[in-house]
Every structure is written in C-alpha cells, then in structure tokens.
C-alpha cells in the first residue's frame, strides 16, 4: 500500500463507488488495495466558527461524517496530520451555527493560516461540501476569489458583501443555496436574478432581507421555467417580501395556464406549487 501513489488509488475508489461492485476488480493485488482503502477511509466536515466572547479567537471542529463524533485537535499540525492516505474532508463549513458543539480555539493568525490552508489544499481535494455561514468581513476578504461554496448564508456588512456575493454567482457552478439577510444595495438585484434563472435544485431565502422582487419579475422567473425544453425538476424556495397593498394580487398570481397562490389550494404543475405564508410569498 505505501507503493502506491494516493490519488491514484483515489481515482481506482471513484470508480468503486460508481459502480459499486468489486468484481469489476479482477487484480487480486489491486482487489485487496481497494478493499482496504475503502474500508478504512473516512470523511470528515470541517467546521470555523469566531467565537462571539474572544473577538480573535475562533471555534474549530472537525466532525465524521458516519457518527458526528468530534474528533477533536491542540493545533493547526495536528489537523493535518491524519494520515492522509485514508482521511477525506468532504466539505468545509466557514463558520459553524450548530449548537452544542465544544470549540477549538484558536489564534486569529492561526485561524487565517487555516483558511489559507483550506484554499491551497482543499480546493483540489474532491471536497463535496463549502458553506460559509454569515462570515465577517475579515474572513471575506481572505476567501474571496479563492474559495467557491455551495451553500452561501450572508449578511451585507459592506461593499464587500456584494463584490464577494456577485462573484460567487457569476463565477461558481456549485452555487445551489444563497440564504441573505439586512440591507442589501439595488445594484445586487441583477445577479440575484441571475441566479434564479439557473433553474435547477436553488434555494433562495430572503424573507430577512430587504429584497422586494416585483411580482413581474416572479412571473417572468415562472414563465421561463415552463418554457424550458426538456422539462426541467427543480426545487426552488424564495421569499420575496410584498407590500400589504399587494396581498390580494399576491394571492392570485397566474402564470400561464396554472394558478401558483392559493392559500388553501395546490398548483396542478407537478414541478410548482405556492403559498402565503406569514407576510412572504413563498414559492415551492
């Protein structure tokens, strides 16, 4: 095992887990390689989190992804010292909200080495998973045009916010969830747009924001949804907040043929459906 080259044998797992059978592995060498790797290979989330008491101070964990048991570390070398023949980080989470976690604390320098780590490393590491979590402007500003996440649940805090936000939807392809909230500047609208276009599996929450989509734009979102061909599934969750004013029409927004607000009632689309639910429209 220590002959063989680790991302090669990564590239012999891929294609186990693909098709997830061993028989395709006729080499009894390369049959016992794989069999051992696969059995003690283990994935982990990491997770940062600034501590709200120690300004400078931040949390760490790094969770297994089989039983969320916290493995738990002294220093940034002890991190990186699992043997990396087996140990995968499946995702990184920049800043942890799950509660009832013990941190690791950490220095403020040691903290960006970290992230610096995570961009050169981790980047190319198959990491299936990034969130970045209502980050400050520090932790922004070391990751931004560096690392592209998945999920993104941020505040404005300043221009940055923007800059960072528009890059990621201009930028990143894994973008699937953007969660936003306080007072964001009119010109972010259009990437935000953008990203509704994209059609396929988005979450977009902005019921804490002070984002108001015209329900123009929300039919014309609808409209182009229907119109594409092949027939796309998707799940898509925004909440535009409305004016009271608008309360009645909100109920009785029509795209096409199909009604898509009803209190009580359902959308015949088997691919939408909506509901007024506390002040929001919110569309399924």
Not at 265 to 274: E, L, Q, V
């Amino acid at each position: 095992m220590d002959c063989v080259p680790r991302l090669f044998i990564d590239c012999v797992i891929s294609l186990i887990d693909e098709l997830n059978e061993f028989q395709f592995l006729s080499n009894p060498l390369w049959r016992s390689i794989a069999t051992t790797y696969k059995d003690k290979r283990q994935y982990f989330l990491l997770c940062l989190k600034p501590r709200p008491d120690q300004k400078y101070y931040y949390s760490l964990g790094l969770w297994s992804d089989a039983d969320e048991n916290l493995i738990s570390y002294h220093s940034i070398e002890e991190v990186f010292r699992l043997d990396r023949r087996y140990a995968r980080v499946y995702g990184v989470k920049l800043v942890d909200d799950t509660p009832g976690r013990p941190p690791f604390v950490c220095s403020h320098d040691e903290y960006k080495q970290l992230v610096k780590l995570f961009i050169t490393q981790f980047t190319h590491e198959g990491v299936e998973y990034t969130e970045i979590c209502y980050p400050t402007c520090d932790l922004l500003q070391e990751v931004h045009q560096k690392l592209y996440f998945s999920v993104i649940k941020l505040e404005f805090l300043s221009e940055l916010s923007a800059r960072f936000l528009s890059d990621q939807i201009q930028n990143n392809s894994h973008i699937h969830t953007i969660e936003l909230k306080g007072d964001w500047p009119e010109d972010i609208k259009d990437p935000m747009e953008n990203f509704m276009l994209r059609r396929v599996h988005r979450v977009l929450e902005l019921g804490n924001s002070n984002f108001s989509f015209t329900l123009e734009l929300i039919e014309r979102v609808l409209n182009d949804w229907k119109s594409h061909s092949p027939p796309v599934d998707f799940y898509v969750v925004f909440r535009p907040s409305f004016h009271v004013l608008d309360l009645q029409r909100a109920m009785e927004v029509k795209v096409s043929d199909t009604t898509f607000m009803t209190r009580h009632g359902s959308a015949p689309d088997r691919h939408m459906n909506a509901t007024y639910v506390g002040g929001l429209l919110c569309i399924f």
